[in-house]
């Protein structure tokens, strides 16, 4: 079984200021884990998916998040906050191999202050 | 282009009325979902298949209804024993052996 924790429904930032989403995973296999981002009344969008390999994965629009497995955490992250950035972001896990039935957290919706 | 469709955008039903929701893929995509979006309750899984002809049970199958009789369409049925159906509804498909699912643009239901 697998489940997704997303730290703060909500998060502010202001144009310019990094931006930190925090998402911790549960897995009793090594996971898959991804990011996605939601703008209102749309599909979700891959921003960035880690599998294997690197921990550090870049992903779309300059988003990064780190796979620490020691802190079961996937953060995402991303230097500078543009007005753009402002959606609903969703972390997911997936286990390796066979059907890989995905979890999702419950979203934390970035506000973007200009 | 590629991709994934779905419509209506906007639906609007009757309380004790089935209505179906559409979704089609030109990704040559072999599995297919459906998912319901509430705030603040992320997605929760509806039904899924893996291949034609086959389809299984989600998390929250109870009052919905689907089939899959062609490799690009996975039509969902909400049913009028749907308790609470208003919401958005996301279709989404992968490729067999891949890790992501690509999703469609959502339709929202709302019962009257």
Not at chain 1, 20 to 42: A, G, K
Not at chain 2, 74 to 80: E, R
Request: hydrophobic share 35%; net charge positive; proline share 4%.
């Amino acid at each position: 079984a697998q489940s997704v924790t997303q730290l703060g429904s909500h998060v502010s930032v202001s144009e310019g200021a990094l931006v930190l989403l925090r998402c911790n995973y549960s897995s009793s296999v090594p996971p898959y884990l991804f990011w996605y981002v939601q703008y209102p009344n749309q599909g979700l969008q891959l921003l960035l998916k880690y599998t294997t390999g690197a921990t550090l994965v870049k992903g779309i629009n300059g988003f990064e998040a780190e796979f620490k497995k020691s802190e079961t955490s996937f953060h995402l992250t991303k230097p500078s906050a543009h007005m753009s950035d402002a959606a609903e972001y969703f972390c997911a896990v997936s286990l390796s191999g066979g059907y890989q039935k995905v979890t999702f957290g419950i979203g934390t919706k970035l506000q973007v202050i200009p | 282009d590629g991709g994934i469709t779905q419509s209506p955008k906007y639906l609007f039903r009757k309380e004790g009325q089935n209505v179906t929701l559409s979704c089609e893929q030109n990704l040559n995509h072999d599995a297919m979902y459906w998912y319901r979006q509430d705030p603040g309750q992320g997605l929760r899984l509806i039904y899924y298949s893996q291949i034609v002809n086959d389809f299984q049970k989600g998390d929250i199958a109870e009052g919905y209804s689907v089939s899959r009789e062609k490799k690009e369409s996975f039509p969902l049925t909400v049913t009028s024993a749907q308790k609470n159906p208003t919401a958005f509804y996301l279709c989404a498909s992968k490729l067999a052996g891949a890790n992501e699912q690509f999703f469609g643009p959502g339709t929202r239901l709302t019962v009257l």
